[in-house]
């Protein structure tokens, strides 16, 4: 059963980046497609990109292309989501969640982070 | 990009009675790729409905989904205490994915 644990609740100022971690247990990151979604305070439910099996690579959504990169360290299965230039609009939890092979939907998600952004 | 048009935007029942929450596409999506999930305040999303009418493991029976095309139904047959939450449709499409807004289906 695969797991996911999420770094801690991170404060940053206007124009930084944040890095967020997401640690899988149960599986190994090479069997599992890992995205990122987030969630404003009161808001629904907002992708930020993962992993395309399809085209082997990461996909962005539009809006944060240029400003999201997300990564994996597979020796550890962990993924990561850096944000940079944030504005106090990205202040979010930001989770993780998985897309097993061959299915279009995510499960598990991991607990949340979240990220305030403020001067 | 597909749109995704969740209503009721708030949903007021009681327990005992049945609800239907509605989702519809800006254009046509494959039902495989269409899935529901559960919010509870301070939780994750938990995954409900995928495929467009597959429970997903450990959800009641109490919950099905159906439809196809541009419009999907979650229905609730006879809502538990613990059903009341905030649901949310998602799609996959070229390219990435999409939620709806969301329904909160709250107790009246």
């Known amino acids: 059963q695969v797991q996911l644990v999420q770094s801690g609740a991170e404060v940053k100022k206007p124009g930084a980046s944040v890095k967020v971690s997401c640690k899988v247990s149960g599986y190994t990151l090479t069997e599992l497609s890992m995205h990122w979604v987030r969630q404003a305070p009161g808001k629904g439910l907002e992708w930020m990109g993962g992993f395309d099996p399809e085209d082997g690579e990461t996909i962005y959504a539009q809006k944060f292309q240029g400003r999201v990169t997300m990564t994996e360290d597979t020796s550890t299965d962990t993924a990561y989501m850096e944000l940079s230039s944030l504005r106090s609009e990205d202040t979010a939890v930001y989770y993780c969640?998985?897309?097993?092979?061959?299915?279009?939907?995510?499960?598990?998600w991991g607990q949340g982070t979240l990220v305030t952004v403020s001067s | 990009e597909i749109v995704l048009t969740q209503s009721p935007g708030t949903l007021s029942l009681s327990p005992g009675e049945r609800a239907t929450l509605s989702c519809r596409a800006s254009q046509s999506v494959s039902s495989s790729y269409l899935a529901w999930y559960q919010q509870k305040p301070g939780q994750a999303p938990r995954l409900l409905i995928y495929g467009a009418s597959s429970r997903a493991t450990g959800i009641p029976d109490r919950f099905s989904g159906s439809g196809s095309g541009t419009d999907f139904t979650l229905t609730i047959s006879r809502l538990e205490p613990e059903d009341f939450a905030v649901y949310y449709c998602q799609q996959y499409g070229s390219p990435g994915y999409t939620f709806g807004q969301g329904t909160k289906l709250e107790i009246k």
């Open positions: 969640a998985t897309v097993v092979p061959a299915a279009y939907w995510f499960d598990p």
